[in-house]
């Protein structure tokens, strides 16, 4: 292993920032503006790429700028990049969704008529710049550095609407991203008095095994926490599901690939490099933080059951997925031998197998909103025929989150369960298990709801599990606003007291063509929604002069109340790309690809190499044994 | 070279009379005359403090020939060179805004110069009565600044300050007798040396430390003794609450600092374990409350001001864990505390000065009708609030080093929690900024709106009552007088703003120029 | 010995009662004139205070005659330092009074509370 002086990782940092000041001065001319995001898109993932070969043989590459907060002469902090395996892993993720988000973003955002898109992509760059910057920091400091940046950067993308709840989104964002900082900050000052040095190192910086314990756990608690906030570990994750309210582009990469995975990946840098598995087996923090994972993914998957929009459920399903990579990072550094190297490579392999399954769900969730401006899964009855490719595409990523052989999810949940299993976790195994019933059980819905389900009344089946309250109350209290329950609360409505309220599970949901007579269920409940008396007189009138009006009318949010199977069902549309672009369609099925290469020849796809290279790095001591599945 | 140093105090001085003869005459010239005085300063500042960082030892000189300690000793060393620099770049600056941004007359231009003269004299001086006759200079000069506008508010806000600063500075004075009725000198190498043999235990010098710090911390503004600051920042004309902003407080808090250091020395604190305590306690309530008031206020110069009672907290409280980490950043934050908070000032001056926008609630949408101030007030703003790699963030992780380092948590706490309360009333500018859309309604412009720009233009119409329900509100932004701010304004605004973030990094060569003096106030 | 003491001691005594007395009248005066002089009063005190500290038992003026040096002279610097003073004290007067004058012609009172409720209408 030799470290190769470079300026590529700095590179690989400065070509997304360098092309911020490109998108702005193409203000003007989006054509220009899209090359700039495309051309620096593709250079950032060239100039990754090209330190693959290096790193997988061992070689670090260093882009060293100098002293950052010296302080006496003693241990100076250095301002280093470095691209090692383990920055490698989460930069060459990070680069490579981000060229391919890049072409979805420009069929989204123009397919929307989006506002202020010049921002949009400037800030894009400007999280990647942050992103690729995280995964190639050289010590805890300059990670905190970009993690601080990136929280800034992906600000303006969360409240990109302009609208009230985007605006508490981007409020709740930043308060607990900033608050997460500063436990990271908190952390870093502490590992430094206690080490004399922040730098990642494999297998742990030295003096930390020898430091006072107990100020040893409140570091690993503090930096755990601060990346645990992003990286949406219960409790700490509420942040996420009202972050969906960006563009779904956004919502793919950022919030399922690039700032999420920039929680998981500090945990990983941790966890790997600062503590390393041995400390932080001797301290005894690996399995709190594991159980903390598995109630998060447990958790995370019993609320996603219930929510009806789709985004809201993929964010809880982000959230869950998340913490099986947490979960093998905890109990991998708990435990010793082949048990601790097939747990980590399980968690570490999550990352990448995750990015490239999610990423295909959002764009899928994307592009039905552009095309259909359908959010809710109970709208989404045999939308199948309208998308097939898109439907398609989600049911593969769907069936690699449940852990599906033949694709991603399978290989490295896999290995968490052989290294749970094996270790003698069995009840971490036990719930890896359950969760992935969970997972089927809250996919499967959208795919049956897809193909196997008509969307005239009386075309699909009531859905208790969304639309009634937990545990069946009836008698529950007037809503109070809150929003994500108003949609429930909505349906439920319609389905104790409307006689035909299979039509629709939304009561007020304007499209009902198929019933133009029938009893609303807005109207018995007008407190429900205040636009109900307005839209009452046009019901007749059909859908789309319904969504224009909304789009005039609402100062909210302006996804919602609206979409669902125009007048007469979904037409059929073609298989080979008739249902929208190729801008959004090819970046899902590359996507979707991805997660199947990666599933079929994990050996092959060079992700599974570099966590390999990570763990054998960090745990030298078992490398001798490990045996490995693929 | 220690020749000099005489003249860092003298040449404003020279320059404020020459500007008042002469600008009486030909108004004309008061501003290039005043540029001029401020140019040499600072060209004799940044010889000062290379030569003192190039030699690596203090420089002093002896007032009159009369040699220390019974005379007047001017001392530069490695902590106020950077002061003394950055008072003088900091003039410098907002005497290039203030050529359009006024107000104008030859008056204000002299006041402006005695300013700075007296900030220079307190950073240089060496001798503690001679602080107390600069800290007055200063106090007299700030006065008379605020009331410069040209309504009864800035009167009334000038003279709260008057009230409140007199008072610091007299119990300062106090301090200062009580230290020479134990030792019987006033210079502060002597006083250091005295004070130990008088012994740390004796109630006269305990006494003495609680009056000067307490009289100090008057003119830093900490809380609860801030009262004068909100009034007298928000009344002022926006130049001059850029400066007093940027360096009145800052010089106060770095007399603090150095008073502690080569005063009453570190050996002080670590023997009087309640003088610690009592300053640490004092710097952590002004950060929060600080911080707390800050988030109430709907007058952005208010929040402003507030947010400075919270930062000098910070370095309050990095100068009492005295130690090499935590000084260092107190110094950081210190310079860049001054650099980010000018720079807001000047920043929402100029906001006001485009689309007369002095309240909260009429930032809404800003970004898209000045965006180039919106940026930088916005990069200001994240800088304050500690976004890596911008200053406002070094001196915090120096801050936070020491005080862990220290062990000292309550401290390290609030320090590291600063963070979030910052965020806290800078996120909603921002957001309202980028993220609202500008409503079409009338701003509240019968409120009396301060006295930049706009009120300067005004003619000094004293029945402002009046005339304050004609002024022109936001839907006539381009209304003649708004005017604009112009390139030079806006040009000063962007250089704060990239220096904030520049500074950040920068650190990494000033901390090695910086640390034989730290060695030297810090050894046991 | 409280006699002893206010014999020997009335200049500490009156150093301290000046200081409260200006003190109060600062703050609890509702007249901003009188305000400034409680501000006098309070700096006077703190003058007293350094002259006090100068006198040395039995000591004479600080003026060495032509006769030679007298045995002990009680010490001249505070009496330099409360000059210095004394005119600060006089320049912060003079500002503080032109600052009334002004808020006098804006506002056409004197008085904390009235002015405050004329501000409020602002």
Request: with cysteine.
């Amino acid at each position: 292993m030799t470290d190769i002086p470079s300026l590529r990782p700095l590179a690989a940092v400065a070509v997304p920032a360098v092309a911020i000041a490109f998108i702005y001065a193409s203000n003007r001319r989006p054509n220009v503006r899209e090359a700039w995001t495309l051309l620096a898109a593709a250079a950032t993932f060239l100039i990754v790429a090209s330190m693959v070969p290096g790193v997988l043989a061992g070689d670090v590459y260093v882009t060293n700028l100098g002293a950052f907060v010296p302080l006496g002469g003693e241990d100076v902090v250095e301002f280093t990049l470095q691209a090692d395996a383990l920055g490698m892993l989460f930069g060459l993720l990070a680069s490579l969704l981000w060229l391919v988000t890049s072409f979805y973003s420009i069929g989204y955002m123009r397919g929307l008529h989006e506002h202020s898109q010049t921002r949009y992509f400037a800030a894009f760059a400007a999280s990647v710049a942050s992103a690729v910057g995280v995964a190639f920091a050289a010590n805890l400091l300059v990670l905190f550095v970009f993690y601080e940046l990136l929280t800034v950067a992906t600000y303006p993308l969360v409240g990109h609407d302009e609208t009230a709840e985007s605006r508490a989104a981007g409020r709740k964002y930043l308060a607990y991203t900033f608050g997460g900082g500063v436990a990271v900050l908190a952390g870093t000052v502490l590992v430094y008095v206690l080490a004399g040095s922040v730098a990642f190192t494999p297998g742990g910086i030295e003096g930390l095994s020898t430091a006072d314990p107990t100020l040893a756990r409140a570091a690993f608690a503090l930096l755990t926490l601060g990346f645990g906030v992003k990286a949406a570990l219960m409790p700490v994750h509420s942040w996420l599901p009202d972050a969906m309210v960006a563009p779904t582009p956004v919502s793919g990469l950022l919030h399922a690939v690039a700032v999420v995975k920039s929680g998981v990946f500090g945990i990983a840098r941790v966890v790997l490099e600062v503590f390393g598995p041995q400390t932080v087996g001797d301290l005894g923090v690996g399995v709190p933080l594991a159980a903390v994972a598995a109630f998060t993914l447990l958790m995370a998957s019993i609320i996603a059951l219930r929510q009806d929009n789709l985004k809201r459920r993929l964010a809880y399903s982000t959230v869950s997925q998340l913490s099986y990579i947490v979960l093998g990072l905890g109990i991998g550094a708990s435990m010793g031998g082949d048990a601790a190297r097939f747990a980590l490579i399980g968690g570490l392999l999550h990352i990448p197998a995750h990015a490239f399954m999610k990423l295909t769900l959002f764009f899928c969730a994307g592009i039905i909103h552009v095309e259909t401006h359908t959010d809710d899964i109970s709208d989404m009855a045999g939308i199948g025929k309208r998308m097939p490719l898109t439907m398609a595409a989600f049911g593969i990523a769907a069936a690699g989150m449940a852990g599906i052989p033949l694709v991603a999810g399978f290989v490295s949940k896999f290995y968490l369960l052989v290294g749970t299993a094996s270790g003698g976790a069995v009840a971490f195994t036990v719930a890896l298990l359950v969760s992935g019933v969970l997972n089927i059980a809250y996919f499967w819905p959208v795919f049956y709801q897809a193909f196997f389900e008509s969307e005239m009344p009386g075309g699909h089946d009531r859905k208790p599990l969304v639309e009634h309250r937990i545990g069946g109350r009836a008698d529950v209290a007037a809503d109070g606003g809150h929003k994500s329950d108003e949609n429930a609360d909505v349906g439920e409505g319609s389905a104790l007291t409307g006689g035909n309220g299979g039509a629709s599970a939304r009561a007020n949901e304007v499209q009902k063509p198929a019933d133009p007579n029938g009893d609303y269920a807005v109207d018995r409940h007008p407190s429900d929604h205040v636009k109900t008396t307005e839209q009452g007189g046009e019901l007749g009138d059909g859908a789309t002069e319904m969504a224009d009006h909304e789009a005039d009318d609402h100062d909210d949010h302006d996804h919602h109340h609206e979409g669902g199977p125009p007048t007469g069902g979904w037409e059929t549309r073609s298989w080979l790309g008739g249902e929208s672009t190729w801008f959004m369609l090819g970046p899902i099925l590359t996507a979707a690809a991805g997660s199947i290469v990666l599933g079929i020849v994990p050996g092959r796809a060079v992700f599974l190499r570099i966590v390999e290279q990570v763990v054998t790095a960090a745990t030298p001591a078992m490398a001798a044994t490990a045996g490995v599945l693929f | 070279m220690s020749e000099l140093l005489p003249l860092l105090v003298a040449v404003p001085i020279v320059g404020a009379l020459v500007g008042l003869v002469v600008g009486y005459k030909f108004e004309r010239l008061a501003w290039p005359l005043a540029v001029v005085t401020s140019l040499a300063h600072t060209a004799l500042a940044a010889f000062v403090a290379f030569e003192v960082y190039a030699g690596g030892e203090p420089l002093s000189y002896a007032v009159g020939g009369f040699q220390p300690p019974f005379g007047i000793e001017l001392v530069v060393d490695g902590l106020n060179a950077a002061v003394v620099v950055l008072v003088a770049a900091v003039a410098l600056g907002i005497l290039a805004y203030a050529r359009r941004a006024g107000p104008h007359s030859a008056a204000f231009y002299t006041g402006y110069l005695l300013l700075v003269a007296g900030l220079s004299g307190m950073s240089v001086t060496g001798d503690m009565f001679n602080l107390y006759v600069f800290l007055e200079i200063t106090g007299l000069a700030a006065y008379a600044l605020v009331a410069t506008g040209d309504d009864g508010r800035s009167a009334v806000g000038a003279l709260k300050y008057l009230l409140v600063g007199t008072v610091g500075a007299s119990l300062f004075l106090v301090g200062i007798g009580y230290a020479f009725v134990a030792t019987g000198t006033l210079n502060m190498a002597d006083l250091a040396e005295k004070l130990a043999g008088v012994g740390y235990g004796s109630t006269l010098v305990r006494a003495s430390f609680a009056f000067v710090v307490t009289g100090l911390a008057v003119k830093t503004a900490l809380y609860p003794l801030h009262t004068w600051q909100p009034e007298a920042y928000a009344s002022a004309p926006d130049s001059v609450s850029a400066l007093i902003s940027a360096l009145v407080s800052t010089v106060s808090a770095y007399a603090l600092g150095r008073v502690i250091f080569s005063v009453y020395t570190v050996d002080f604190l670590s023997s009087v374990a309640f003088a610690r305590e009592f300053v640490l306690v004092l710097a952590g309530i002004s950060i929060i409350a600080g911080s707390v008031l800050a988030v109430m206020q709907t007058e952005l110069k208010r929040m402003l001001a507030y947010s400075s009672v919270s930062q000098f907290g910070l370095v309050v409280a990095a100068f009492a864990i005295a130690n090499d980490a935590a000084v260092t950043g107190g110094v950081v934050h210190l310079v860049g505390h001054a650099v980010m908070k000018g720079g807001l000032f000047l920043a929402v001056g100029a906001i006001a000065a485009r689309t007369g926008a002095r309240y909260v609630g009429e930032f809404d949408g800003l970004a898209a009708r000045a965006p180039l101030l919106s940026a930088a007030l916005a990069t200001l703003s994240l800088s304050m609030v500690g976004v890596p790699p911008a200053v406002g963030f070094v001196g915090k992780w120096y801050i936070a080093l020491g005080a862990i380092q220290s062990q000292l948590w309550p401290i390290a706490v609030v320090i590291l929690l600063s963070t979030l309360l910052t965020l806290a009333y800078f996120l909603r500018i921002v957001e309202r900024m980028y993220f609202r859309s500008a409503a079409p309604r009338e701003a509240p412009a019968e409120r009396s709106t301060g006295t930049g720009a706009a009120a300067v233009a005004d003619g000094g119409a004293n029945d402002d009552s009046d005339t304050d329900d004609e002024r022109p509100t936001l839907g006539r932004g381009s209304d003649v007088d708004f005017g604009s701010p112009s390139a030079g304004m806006v040009a000063v605004i962007l250089v704060a703003a990239l220096l904030a973030v520049a500074l950040g990094p920068l650190v990494s060569t000033f901390e090695p120029l910086l640390e034989p003096t730290l060695d030297l106030l810090l050894q046991p | 010995m409280i006699w002893e003491l206010l014999l020997t001691r009335y200049n500490y005594i009156v150093v301290a009662l000046l200081l409260p007395i200006g003190a109060y009248m600062m703050i609890e005066n509702r007249n901003l004139v009188k305000k400034v002089i409680g501000m006098n009063i309070f700096q006077t005190g703190i003058f007293l205070f350094f002259i006090t500290s100068a006198y040395r038992e039995g000591g004479s003026p600080p003026i060495v005659g032509s006769g030679g040096e007298a045995a002990t002279y009680v010490s001249p610097l505070p009496h330099v330092l409360i000059l210095t003073a004394i005119v600060v004290g006089v320049s912060l007067t003079a500002v503080a009074l032109a600052l009334i004058v002004r808020i006098y012609t804006e506002y056409g009172t004197l008085d904390e509370v009235n002015l405050r409720e004329v501000r409020a209408d602002e």
